[in-house]
């Protein structure tokens, strides 16, 4: 960290193609650990926004800035972070919501970002596409979700991950996503001990 700082951040990114809910949860965890999240979707350079609101997908031409952007921010935002507990963890924790669809995506933020997990946020085409069609607000039109599940590209076993299917109120997903993430911290301090 710069600065010298002795905190230690972890990067957990959730993951998933639009109208799953990256934001709702990534927003949520962070606020129930005192933790910080950032939204990629505030590091898109400003012709991406308008790409995808007149239905034109993004090619890896138009994501490479974007991803660049987030995790210059990631980086900030772990370098401010307060070296006083941030609970009760030892690891502060940077949820960040992006899609992160693509192997190559997934391998440059983890070589921006150490340590990285990511959070697939996984659903059916019926339950995202309804939920796109209900969205209000939103740059990113229904019309892109099939480019969006084309490019999606299925998370390796050599990649730190957990999946929860989206199929259940946002708050059933969130305290599913957190046990999962809890379990994750008691697995990695158990190996430390042995």
């Not at 012709?47 to 900030?76: F, H, T, Y």
């Not at 390796?156 to 911290?185: F, K, M, Y």
């Amino acid at each position: 960290m710069a600065g010298g700082s002795a905190i230690k951040a972890e990067f957990v990114i959730v993951m998933g193609v639009s109208g799953s809910g990256k934001t709702g949860v990534a927003k949520r965890l962070a606020m129930q650990g005192n933790d910080v999240w950032l939204d990629a979707d505030d590091y898109h350079p400003v012709q991406n926004i308008e790409n995808m609101r007149k239905g034109v997908p993004l090619n890896d031409e138009m994501r490479w800035p974007w991803l660049a952007a987030l995790c210059e921010a990631a980086i900030d935002a772990a370098d401010k972070i307060d070296p006083e507990p941030v609970s009760e963890r030892d690891t502060a924790r940077i949820f960040i919501a992006c899609s992160a669809l693509k192997r190559r995506y997934r391998d440059f933020l983890r070589n921006c970002l150490d340590p990285v997990i990511f959070v697939f946020l996984d659903g059916s085409r019926d339950v995202i596409g309804s939920r796109l069609d209900r969205r209000t607000g939103h740059f990113m039109p229904p019309g892109l979700l099939d480019s969006q599940l084309a490019d999606l590209e299925p998370l390796g076993p050599d990649e730190t991950s957990v999946t929860v299917s989206i199929d259940a109120p946002i708050e059933t997903v969130v305290s599913t996503v957190a046990a999962r993430l809890a379990e994750r911290e008691t697995d990695k301090s158990l190996n430390q001990n042995t």
